[in-house]
T-cell receptor
Framework: GEDVEQSLFLSVREGDSSVINCTYT??????LYWYKQEPGAGLQLLTY?????DMKQDQRLTVLLNKKDKHLSLRIADTQTGDSAIYFC??????FGKGTRLSVIA | GAVVSQHPSWVICKSGTSVKIECRSL??????MFWYRQFPKQSLMLMAT?????????EQGVEKDKFLINHASLTLSTLTVTSAHPEDSSFYIC?????????????????FGPGTRLTVL
C-alpha cells in the first residue's frame, strides 16, 4: 500500500518561514493535499496542487511538487502563532502521514 | 459551504455499552463518507469507507461487527461502536467526499467533521 512520510516536529519563530516536507509512494494521485488540524478539531483542507503542476502559491502558502522524487512541500511565509497546528499531506489514496506538528514561538 | 458536522462532540460511556456517532454533510451531497480513528499524537487511520445505499468497505484489521457503519442517505453516515471497551477510546473523525454539489470544484476533496472524542470507562 501507499506510504506517506513526514517529519514529526517543526519549530519556528514568529515571522519566519516554515517548510513542511512530505514524501509519498503513490504516483497516481490526481491531486495532492495539505490539511491542517488544530488541537481537538478535525482536519481542514489548507491547499492542494494538481499533479501536473510544480508549484502553487496561495497567499502565504506555497506548495512545491517534485513528481520525480515524489516529494511535496508546504511553505508558510511570515508564520504566525495561529499557524501552530498539525499538518498532514495526503493523496488520492487517503493515506495520511503521521503529520508534522508546527510550533510557532512568539 | 461544504460543512460536515459530527454528533456528539464527545461522549463518555461505560464498558459494554454501544455508542452511535453521526456524520452529516450539511450543504452538499456525499455519496462517499469515510471514518477515521486518531490516537493521541498519531496520524489518522482509515477505518472504513461508507457508500450510500451499500455496505461499507472496511480496512484490514477493523472489525466490521464491532464498528457498524450505516450510510442511509446522501447526507448522513453513522458509526456505531458496539460493546465498547476502554481500548476503543479514541478520537473518531469522519469525512465526506464532495460528489460535485459543493461548488468548490476540487476533485476528490474531502471535508472533515470536527471529530468525536470517545472515552470508555
Amino acid at each position: 500500500g501507499e506510504d506517506v512520510e513526514q517529519s514529526l516536529f517543526l519549530s519556528v519563530r514568529e515571522g519566519d518561514s516554515s517548510v513542511i516536507n512530505c514524501t509519498y509512494t503513490d504516483s497516481s494521485s490526481t491531486y495532492l493535499y495539505w490539511y491542517k488540524q488544530e488541537p481537538g478539531a478535525g482536519l481542514q483542507l489548507l491547499t492542494y496542487i494538481f499533479s501536473n503542476m510544480d508549484m502553487k502559491q496561495d497567499q502565504r502558502l506555497t506548495v512545491l511538487l517534485n513528481k520525480k522524487d515524489k516529494h511535496l512541500s508546504l511553505r508558510i511565509a511570515d508564520t504566525q502563532t495561529g499557524d501552530s497546528a498539525i499538518y498532514f499531506c495526503a493523496g488520492r489514496s487517503l493515506v495520511f502521514g503521521k503529520g508534522t506538528r508546527l510550533s510557532v514561538i512568539a | 459551504g461544504a460543512v460536515v458536522s459530527q454528533h456528539p462532540s464527545w461522549v463518555i460511556c461505560k464498558s459494554g455499552t454501544s455508542v452511535k456517532i453521526e456524520c452529516r454533510s450539511l450543504d452538499f451531497q456525499a455519496t462517499t463518507m469515510f471514518w477515521y480513528r486518531q490516537f493521541p499524537k498519531q496520524s489518522l487511520m482509515l477505518m472504513a469507507t461508507s457508500n450510500e445505499g451499500s455496505k461499507a468497505t472496511y480496512e484490514q484489521g477493523v472489525e466490521k461487527d464491532k464498528f457498524l457503519i450505516n450510510h442511509a442517505s446522501l447526507t448522513l453516515s453513522t458509526l456505531t461502536v458496539t460493546s465498547a471497551h476502554p481500548e476503543d477510546s479514541s478520537f473518531y473523525i469522519c469525512s465526506a467526499r464532495d460528489s460535485g454539489t459543493s461548488g468548490r470544484g476540487v476533485y476528490n476533496e474531502q471535508f472533515f467533521g470536527p471529530g468525536t472524542r470517545l472515552t470508555v470507562l
